[in-house]
């Protein structure tokens, strides 16, 4: 168990409309990736932070922006929700050796 | 974006078959992950590979870091029906502040008991 929540764990909003998703680490690790799962194409990464306030952006940033302001909470926010952001949003941290990445339990989200 | 050919895409088996699957990519990789994935719920590492030609296993499950460090397997032996899920495969190029890791688009395995 390393640890992570994920908040809220399912959602359904509007299109239009702002979303925040929590992700929640309890054992201080430096690295967190938010990940977004669509059948057919498998985990891609939309962001990524690498410590406090540092924030790096994946293969799919567009329509999602990020914010870390302390260690153990890394929040990914759709600032105007589209019905092709619908899918699982899953987060990540690294933890010990290597490039190991381990999960949280994901967030469903549906924009109607 | 990159992504690492992972196949067989889907396999249905009968309980007591063996599974074999695999990944390989154009690039070079310095770490090869092996996930498992069940419905509703987050990737779970298996196994964690970090050194080429390294064959590493984890009771029924072996997999093995390719020597050209372009490929790795997946073995499961005697499955069981718990073994129903998606598997994932991952690799990692670079390292620094560019911890991002390539991944496959799943291997989707049913198990007949």
């Known amino acids: 168990d390393a640890g992570i929540t994920q908040s809220p764990r399912h959602k359904v909003t509007e299109t239009g409309t702002p979303v925040t998703l929590r992700c929640h680490q309890t054992?201080?690790?430096?690295?967190m990736y938010w990940y977004r799962q669509d059948p057919g194409h498998g985990l891609r990464l939309i962001h990524y932070?690498?410590?406090?306030?540092?924030?790096d952006k994946g293969e799919v940033s567009d329509g999602y922006s990020v914010s870390r302001s302390k260690t153990e909470d890394f929040l990914l926010t759709l600032e105007s929700a589209t019905s092709s952001q619908t899918s699982v949003y899953f987060c990540?941290?690294?933890?010990?050796?290597?490039?190991?990445?381990?999960f949280g339990p994901g967030t469903r989200l549906l924009v109607l | 974006g990159q992504q690492l050919n992972q196949s067989p895409q889907s396999m249905f088996i009968q309980e007591g078959e063996d599974v074999s699957m695999n990944c390989t990519s154009s690039?070079?990789?310095?770490?090869w992950l092996w996930y498992k994935q069940d419905p509703g719920e987050g990737p779970v590492l298996l196994i964690a590979?970090?050194?080429a030609g390294e064959l590493t296993s984890n009771g029924r499950l072996t997999a093995q870091f390719g020597i050209t460090r372009k490929d790795s397997f997946l073995n499961i032996s005697a499955s069981i029906p718990s073994d129903v899920g998606i598997y994932f495969c991952?690799?990692?190029?670079?390292?620094?502040?560019?911890?991002?890791?390539?991944w496959g688009l799943g291997t989707s395995l049913a198990v007949n008991p």
């Open positions: 990540a941290i690294t933890q010990g050796v290597g490039e190991t990445q381990y």
């Open positions: 054992e201080n690790h430096r690295y």
């Open positions: 932070s690498y410590g406090v306030k540092d924030t």
């Open positions: 690039s070079i990789f310095n770490t």
């Open positions: 590979l970090y050194k």
């Open positions: 991952a690799g990692l190029a670079n390292a620094g502040n560019n911890r991002k890791l390539i």
